[in-house]
């Protein structure tokens, strides 16, 4: 699982998160300043974590799936 710290350089500089008990295709990212998540290709919507979330110890990077990878499986 990731940090705290690389899991907030990593929303900074354009990068998504998700934690283990979410949906494998929700992500959280950020946009304009705004904290976002988003459930595959469904629209964003604004998100605003909780104190568990942000001390919740399941966090990670979140490396989403190519379509080419999903059809080799």
Known sequence: MAQLGSLLS????????????????VRMFVHRELLMCQSGD???WLHSLTWGEI????????????VIDQKEK
């Open 10 to 25: 990593a929303l900074t500089q354009g990068g998504s998160v998700r934690r283990d008990e979410w949906e494998p295709v």
């Open 42 to 44: 469904m629209d964003p």
């Open 55 to 66: 001390a919740a110890s399941d966090w990670q990077l979140f490396h989403p799936v190519s």
